[in-house]
């Protein structure tokens, strides 16, 4: 059962452009959604996270866009750079007072992002 | 000043073997996590302890089991390793167990079953 759906798999952007991934949750208990980041040979790192009482939240060049009606959220990369390449992740995870749900992340499939100089 | 870090970084073995990945993390974490990430780069999570007690335990074969002699350290031991568990495992470290803590991951285990 895959609970967050990424998309697209891959992206090609060219410098200077925009970079935009989209996410897809289903389980409504859902509090917390954080994208990563990973570089080849790396291990993913937290590139900007959102909770759902803000539809939006802005890093630098990084926007979250956070629609909870829709279940949906995606993030924004303006004037995409060369180092930006890479697999960007989106995630979800949830309280669970009573269930051993606290702190499991649930991923997506990942995008691979490719920014042409 | 390694945040978490993992040995080895590439494992190459037989179908059959046991082998253990170790991680350890210098961030004062109370939880750590091991994930499984596969040739399609799918993340997900296997296992996740706080204060050494085991707190998450997904769907995982008995082959693997996950060790962790102090909240520093969490280790992964795999019985008669299969061609399926070829993957990169990574070790993740968060400051509490709730959502919403941020975590860390290490750089990864390559494992590869011939």
């Known amino acids: 059962q895959q609970q967050v759906k990424q998309s697209p798999q891959s992206l090609i952007v060219q410098k200077g452009g925009i970079s935009i991934i989209n996410c897809a949750y289903e389980n409504t208990a859902f509090d917390y959604f954080p994208w990563y980041q990973q570089f080849p040979g790396k291990g993913p790192a937290l590139l900007i996270a959102?909770?759902?009482?803000?539809s939006e939240k802005k890093e630098g060049r990084f926007t979250i866009s956070f629609n909870k009606s829709a279940k949906q959220f995606s993030l924004h990369i303006m004037d995409s750079q060369p180092g930006d390449s890479a697999t960007y992740f989106c995630?979800?995870?949830?309280?669970?007072?009573?269930?051993?749900?606290?702190?499991?992340?649930?991923f997506g499939q990942g995008t691979i992002l490719t920014v042409h100089p | 000043d390694t945040a978490v870090s993992q040995t080895p970084k590439y494992l190459v073995t037989q179908m059959g073997n046991d082998k253990s990945i170790k991680c350890e993390q210098n961030?004062?974490?109370?939880?750590m996590y091991w994930y499984k990430q596969d040739s399609k780069k799918f993340l997900k999570i296997m296992f996740s302890y706080n204060n050494k007690e085991l707190i998450i335990n997904e769907t995982v074969p008995n082959r693997f089991s996950p060790k962790s002699p102090d909240k520093a350290h969490l280790n992964l031991h795999i019985n008669s390793l299969e061609l399926g568990d070829s993957a990169v495992y990574f070790c993740?470290?968060?400051?509490?167990?709730?959502?919403?803590?941020?975590?860390?991951f290490g750089p990864g285990t390559r494992l590869t079953v011939l």
């Open positions: 995630a979800a995870s949830h309280r669970n007072a009573g269930g051993t749900s606290y702190g499991k992340l649930t």
């Open positions: 993740a470290s968060s400051q509490a167990q709730f959502s919403g803590n941020t975590q860390y």
């Open positions: 961030l004062g974490h109370d939880t």
């Open positions: 959102i909770r759902p009482d803000v």
